[in-house]
């Protein structure tokens, strides 16, 4: 891993320990790790970008529908923001810089794009990570006043959220559905968005294995990412480490599933086994 990697991988871990996390500076740096051709400028001038469109935002905007109107009229219908199912088999998609060059992306990372533009030009923004899809809303959160940056802004009401989540899971919307997003939540959901890109593509094992590193630097993330990881090691043929840290996952689960740490502790012993 070369010096610059190190480095971007440093300032990731400091950014997401922060008091109050920058949700763009994360996901720029996520961008900076897919990529060793990234540098410092191309970071700063996708923070430009994010002003120059906070700057386009009408002045005195006003009140939850106003903020979703105009986001809609200027990212949405001037700039281009918005998403297509092709966008899905891109790694591309779940990187912030190439989002804002590219005017494409996941649900998540278009609504990244609103949520620092909205929040530059002072609007009250968050984000709802509903299932399967991610959305931004404005105002107090109880009163759903809904955006879908990926259909290039529509208004969405509690209605519309309703029938998202029940087409995603059968189910009925849950209250804790409605919670607002962390910037740390948001960037672990970018995080396994990219896991799962990686996992449908076996050759790109670097991929996955850079992203479970990242979630690890997490303040809150999965336990079995630790696991994950070892496995990705063992697939990538650095067997010793990867069995090492299955041992030490495995010791982990004795105290709450003795059987799952046993099993375990025999994949770790067959990537030992890998080294002869």
Not at 15 to 43: F, K, W
Not at 61 to 81: H, I, K, N, P, Y
Request: with cysteine; glycine share 8%.
């Amino acid at each position: 891993m070369d010096g610059r990697m190190t480095d971007w991988r440093r300032e990731f871990a400091e950014e997401a320990r922060a008091e109050q996390p920058d949700l763009a500076r994360l996901c720029l740096l996520v961008g900076a790790v897919a990529d060793p051709s990234v540098t410092q400028a191309d970071l700063d001038a996708a923070e430009i970008e994010l002003d120059r469109l906070a700057g386009l935002v009408p002045y005195g905007t006003r009140g939850a529908d106003a903020w979703v109107a105009a986001l809609s009229e200027l990212l949405g219908r001037r700039e281009g923001f918005q998403g297509v199912p092709a966008d899905y088999q891109r790694l591309e998609s779940s990187l912030l810089h190439e989002v804002l060059l590219r005017r494409r992306g996941l649900p998540i990372l278009l609504s990244v794009v609103w949520m620092e533009v909205a929040r530059r030009a002072g609007a009250h923004v968050y984000g709802l990570g509903l299932p399967g899809h991610f959305v931004v809303g404005f105002g107090d959160p109880g009163d759903l006043h809904l955006a879908d940056p990926f259909a290039g802004g529509r208004a969405m009401t509690g209605a519309d959220a309703e029938l998202l989540v029940a087409g995603a899971t059968g189910e009925a919307l849950d209250p804790s559905m409605l919670r607002p997003a962390s910037p740390t939540a948001i960037v672990l959901r970018v995080l396994n968005n990219i896991r799962a890109w990686a996992t449908a593509r076996p050759e790109r094992s670097d991929v996955a294995l850079w992203a479970v590193d990242l979630s690890l630097m997490l303040p809150s993330h999965p336990a079995r990412l630790r696991y994950e990881r070892a496995e990705l090691l063992v697939q990538r043929g650095d067997f010793l480490t990867g069995a090492l840290e299955m041992e030490a996952y495995a010791t982990v689960m004795d105290a709450v599933e003795p059987s799952a740490a046993e099993t375990i502790r025999q994949r770790a012993k067959a990537a030992r086994a890998l080294l002869n």
